[in-house]
């Protein structure tokens, strides 16, 4: 059974602050890596990707994560956070070939201050 | 972009009652549809696969003569919860996507229900 870990609960950064989240997962196979962004009373949405290639992955506004094998971690970046990035966000994992079946971490709560 | 549309979005209902929430894709054929629970605090925790026209596939501690689910057609899928207790107060969440093994998830807003 695959497991995703999301060790930062509750994050607060000031604006212009730097964002790393972590994410690591447990999981022999070959993977799938989402993460994923809850605004306030708004559904999840996807935020990036990985299936294969590159290592680093781009996402929308300004998000990136970097998957590395050899650590089995997928972490969110970004390089200078806004007052609207506040939200919760969730790295999930999913296993090729099932069809989007995910396994979700619990999650991170950031909170970003003017 | 695709949207799946939740509803509803919070019900009460008193304990022993049968409480239905829909999940509708509303611009996509959704072949298939994950439904989640959630906990405060804690992660999605997937309930069921749902495959048009086909009975739910249920994860492991999932009783699904208590919560059932039904897709009957392409744009639909509905979790009953039955019998409600008070310990299936909880936020339950849909997902749905396309044909095509890498086509992207779609949730709904969720849908609180709180059982008295």
């Known amino acids: 059974a695959q497991s995703v870990s999301q060790h930062n609960h509750h994050v607060i950064l000031s604006e212009a602050a730097s964002l790393e989240l972590g994410c690591n997962y447990s999981y022999g196979g070959t993977v799938n890596l989402f993460w994923y962004v809850q605004y306030p009373g708004q559904h999840l949405q996807l935020l990036l990707k990985?299936?294969?290639?590159?290592?680093l992955v781009k996402g929308i506004k300004g998000f990136e994560a970097e998957f590395i094998k050899s650590k089995f971690s997928f972490n969110l970046r970004k390089p200078s956070v806004q007052w609207s990035d506040t939200a919760e966000y969730f790295c999930a994992v999913g296993n090729t070939g099932t069809a989007s079946k995910l396994t979700f971490g619990t999650g991170t709560r950031l909170q970003v201050t003017l | 972009g695709a949207v799946v549309s939740q509803h509803p979005s919070r019900v009460i209902c008193k304990s022993g009652t049968s409480v239905k929430i829909e999940c509708r894709s509303l611009?996509?054929?959704?072949?298939?549809m994950f439904w989640y629970r959630q906990f405060p605090k804690k992660s999605l925790m997937l309930m069921a696969t749902s495959n048009e026209g086909s009975k739910a596939t249920y994860e492991q501690g999932v009783e699904k003569d208590k919560f059932l689910i039904n897709h009957a057609s392409l744009t639909l899928s509905t979790l009953t919860v039955t019998s409600a207790h008070p310990e299936d107060s909880s936020f339950y969440i849909c997902?749905?996507?396309?044909?095509?093994?890498?086509?992207?998830?779609?949730f709904g807003n969720g849908t609180r229900l709180t059982v008295t």
């Open positions: 990985y299936f294969s290639g590159d290592p």
């Open positions: 611009d996509f054929q959704a072949t298939t």
């Open positions: 997902s749905a996507r396309g044909p095509g093994i890498n086509s992207p998830l779609h």
